[in-house]
């Protein structure tokens, strides 16, 4: 069964820091891959999603994550935190496997603090 | 398009109460999910239809939770009697054909507080 693992259940960083949030995950086939973003009082927002390709890829608000298949991790980062980056960040694995149904598996979740 | 609507927003009730919470999914998306977050246990997903059909109840905890999806534009997630363990953000998201691919939209979720 696919799992994710979110290291750090809570991530302080200065403002101006370099964002580094990890995500591992366990799959028996190459996955898709997702970060999502949760504002206080709001519902999950789609940052950015790995599914073929370039293994680089780029979000909204300056976001960008790389897939390592060697070391299955897909780690989210922002060269420069602002203070508006505060928030819940989830990482979220499917599994590229012809299943008739769509499931997406939620890690625990980082929260992030940036401190001014 | 508006999004994935859910309502209410809030809802205080009491325990042994009966509850419903209502969603619309984006039009032109096939899944629906219902998920729960608690500080306790996280993003739990609840229940999931596809075309309208339930395909995986396994997460709803109880008897007292069911979930119905009567058209494509309108599902309810209802728990009867309330307890206050049920307190929780319950959120909907919806998905295109192919959603593990596109990812989900989620709603703004209900705060349920049962006292």
């Known amino acids: 069964a696919q799992s994710v693992t979110q290291l750090g259940s809570h991530v302080s960083v200065s403002e101006g820091a370099l964002v580094l949030l990890r995500c591992n995950y366990s799959?028996?086939?190459?996955?898709?891959l997702f970060w999502y973003v949760q504002y206080p009082n709001q519902g999950l927002q789609l940052l950015l999603k790995?599914?073929?390709?370039?293994?680089l890829v780029k979000g909204i608000n300056g976001f960008e994550a790389e897939f390592k298949k060697s070391e299955t991790s897909f780690h989210l980062t922002k060269p420069s935190a602002h203070m508006s980056d505060a928030a819940e960040y989830f990482c979220?694995?499917?599994?590229?496997?012809?299943?008739?149904?769509?499931?997406?598996?939620f890690g625990p979740g980082t929260s992030l603090s940036v401190i001014p | 398009d508006a999004g994935v609507i859910q309502s209410p927003r809030h809802e205080v009730t009491e325990m042994g109460q009966e509850v419903t919470l209502r969603c619309k999914p984006i039009?032109?998306?096939?899944?629906l999910f219902w998920y729960r977050q608690t500080m306790m246990r996280g993003l739990e997903l609840l229940i999931y239809?596809?075309?309208?059909?339930?395909?995986?109840d396994s997460g709803m905890p109880e008897d007292r939770f069911s979930a119905k999806m009567p058209n494509a534009s309108f599902s309810t997630l209802k728990i009867q009697p309330s307890e206050p363990r049920d307190s929780a953000v319950y959120f909907c998201?919806?998905?295109?054909?192919?959603?593990?691919?596109?990812?989900?939209?989620f709603g703004s979720g209900t705060r349920l507080t049962v006292v």
């Open positions: 239809f596809n075309n309208n059909v339930p395909i995986d």
């Open positions: 799959s028996s086939v190459p996955p898709y």
């Open positions: 979220a694995v499917s599994d590229e496997a012809k299943t008739s149904y769509d499931k997406v598996i």
């Open positions: 790995y599914t073929t390709g370039a293994t």
């Open positions: 998201a919806s998905s295109p054909p192919g959603g593990k691919v596109y990812g989900y939209t």
């Open positions: 039009s032109g998306h096939d899944y």
